[in-house]
């Protein structure tokens, strides 16, 4: 019988670490090709520290405690007569030491490790290291269901695409219009911080590597959420100067007839680029909702969805 019950406890094991690798292949393009555990920025790169700091911590517990399950019940099973079998035994002041001293140690340090990294990586501040440069200012709006991005510097915006120079800090300011709360997050870049309507969120990254990385919405913020998704093309300075020329040459301005228009929604957005931009449309997206005091929303004529061809 406990031949049979070992036998059957060992295949259950071997089957479910079998699923486990084989639910990982899964998570291949997301989770280690894109993710954290890839990171093309100074904020990940401390991220992806901290996270594998913080589990070699935890396996200091973890690994002993695993080891010693599957132990005490091989050693002590009936089958088994060994001399230190004491059934009558309950406590020792020695093992009650170690197996709380030990944790509170680990607590201590991993709550050291968070404060610290949680303080020195504070999105509303400036990078360590860049404190004294300049950084280039962004204003980022989510709008239904797209990302409108505006460089008020160089005059200029985009939709769905976001171009910005390696090793020079960007600082974004970040609010939302006609779309509920949603959150703005370049995996490989950095921070997750939400969008709300009414109110600007900051958030200072760095990227240290040239390349074309995935930005998007995590946030569920309606029917379109799963398609909220941009393209964050990071190059050398003198690269952002040229893509700045060629985007005031731009057809397109950032009127209020033509932000009313992306204000309706809408799914699966070309990029857009827009060779000037309305003074200070950023901050009146924000007032609008500000001065908002009645029952009706702001933007009720604008939720018309745009259809497709």
């Not at 911590?57 to 230190?84: E, G």
């Not at 995590?218 to 100067?241: K, L, R």
């Not at 007839?257 to 070309?270: E, T």
Request: charge should be negative.
């Amino acid at each position: 019988m406990l031949a049979n019950i070992r036998k059957i406890t060992i295949y259950a094991l071997i089957a479910m670490s079998c699923f486990f690798m084989l639910s990982l292949t899964g998570c291949k393009d997301y989770t280690f090709s894109l993710g954290m555990l890839n990171p093309k920025g100074l904020v990940t790169y401390h991220e992806r520290k901290l996270f594998f700091d913080t589990l070699a911590l935890m396996l200091i517990v973890v690994i002993p405690v695993i080891i010693m399950s599957f132990a005490f019940v091989y050693h002590y099973q009936v089958s088994h007569k060994v001399r230190d079998y004491k059934p009558n035994w309950s406590h020792s002041y020695f093992l009650e030491v170690i197996w709380w001293t030990i944790p509170c140690v680990i607590i201590v340090v991993l709550a050291i490790l968070t404060w610290k990294k949680t303080h020195e990586l504070d999105p509303y501040t400036r990078l360590p290291g860049y404190q004294d440069k300049p950084p280039m200012l962004i204003q980022a709006i989510a709008l239904p269901w797209k990302w409108l991005f505006i460089y008020p510097e160089q005059n200029i915006a985009t939709v769905n695409f976001l171009q910005i120079p390696i090793d020079q800090q960007v600082e974004f300011w970040i609010t939302a219009d006609n779309v509920a709360m949603s959150a703005f997050f370049i995996p490989q870049l950095g921070s997750q911080i939400f969008a709300m309507a009414g109110m600007r969120t900051r958030l200072h990254l760095i990227a240290e590597e040239i390349g074309t990385y995935n930005g998007l919405n995590t946030q569920y913020n309606g029917a379109g959420f799963s398609d909220m998704h941009f393209t964050v093309n990071v190059v050398q300075a003198e690269e952002m100067q040229t893509w700045i020329k060629q985007v005031k040459q731009s057809a397109l301005s950032l009127s209020d007839a033509n932000y009313d228009n992306l204000l309706k929604p809408s799914i699966g957005d070309s990029p857009q680029y827009f060779s000037s931009v309305e003074p200070e449309l950023f901050d009146n997206v924000i007032m609008t909702y500000m001065h908002t005091f009645s029952a009706t929303h702001p933007r009720e004529n604008n939720n018309a969805m745009i259809e497709k061809e």
